[in-house]
């Protein structure tokens, strides 16, 4: 790939990639990365010669993604959200745009200078977490994760964006119990995929995201049930809680919650390609 133009190495990539059955966009997310170019700049220099070495580089991570599906987020390390760069591992989910729909759906629930205490029960990359300290200054936000290597991802994500969050290692919100700290709002993207669905993942998603994050026992209700059983000892009398959920499973969550918080109403909120994807719940 010696002298060859943006636009001929581009389009290599994407033939190679539709040939592999792959997502042909991989192909411009990973040169613009490894050119360090802004999105505008790319297009704008279409006719450009790519450096032989940068050229080599990127045609050793497309065959890889082609060949193992690897994520292209673990390729560059990075995975945008919310309007923000995150560090991405192996050691954490790639956020995806559902989680941002949850993201905004609290900051709309909620009050902007509101001294709030809010925690992200499995916080993974810090994603959540992160964005709402960032979005809702006023409030105090914890975090919480079974993992410790998710929690170094998660607090270098926080140091890089200067974001003010507390995160603690431990079993849901078990953590907080133990230090005796009350919730006015409880946010979630817990584990919710049932394992008897691993077959129907790609492989992109099935070998390379963590386990810990994906799956969860009793056809995926398993952290629900942990979760809202655990909130009663932390929240708040008018508390709030949101959790992402499968898109089957609100009827099941719902009846958890109300079992649990018989006075609090509960909503389900679909996402933008019309599935159920948010369960919120207030008194």
Do not use: C
């Not at 297009?43 to 790519?50: H, L, S």
């Not at 077959?199 to 963590?210: E, G, H, M, R």
């Amino acid at each position: 790939m010696n002298n060859l133009k943006q636009y001929e190495v581009l389009n290599w990539a994407s033939l190679f990639l539709e040939e592999s059955q792959r997502e042909v966009g991989v192909a411009q997310l990973l040169l613009q990365h490894h050119l360090g170019k802004s999105r505008s700049q790319f297009y704008a220099d279409m006719q450009e010669i790519v450096p032989e070495e940068i050229a080599a580089s990127f045609a050793k991570d497309i065959k890889e993604h082609a060949q193992t599906g690897i994520p292209v987020q673990h390729l560059m390390g990075k995975e945008s959200f919310y309007g923000r760069e995150f560090v991405v591992t192996g050691d954490v989910l790639i956020p995806r745009p559902e989680t941002e729909e949850l993201v905004q759906h609290i900051i709309k629930s909620l009050p902007a200078n509101a001294p709030l205490t809010i925690v992200d029960v499995g916080t993974g990359s810090g994603i959540i977490a992160i964005s709402l300290a960032l979005e809702l200054p006023h409030a105090t936000v914890y975090a919480t994760d079974i993992s410790e290597e998710a929690l170094a991802v998660a607090r270098r994500n926080a140091s890089l964006l200067d974001a003010n969050v507390t995160f603690f290692q431990g079993n849901f919100l078990r953590p907080l119990e133990d230090v005796g700290i009350s919730i006015d709002v409880l946010v979630s993207n817990p584990p919710y995929i049932a394992r008897s669905e691993a077959t129907t993942l790609s492989d992109t998603v099935k070998n390379f995201d963590p386990e810990l994050a994906l799956f969860a026992e009793e056809e995926g209700l398993a952290a629900y049930k942990e979760i809202v059983k655990q909130a009663k000892n932390v929240m708040k009398s008018d508390g709030r809680l949101a959790m992402e959920i499968g898109h089957t499973q609100a009827e099941a969550i719902t009846s958890l919650i109300t079992q649990e918080f018989p006075s609090y109403k509960v909503q389900t909120i679909k996402d933008i390609n019309g599935k159920d994807r948010i369960i919120s719940a207030a008194r």
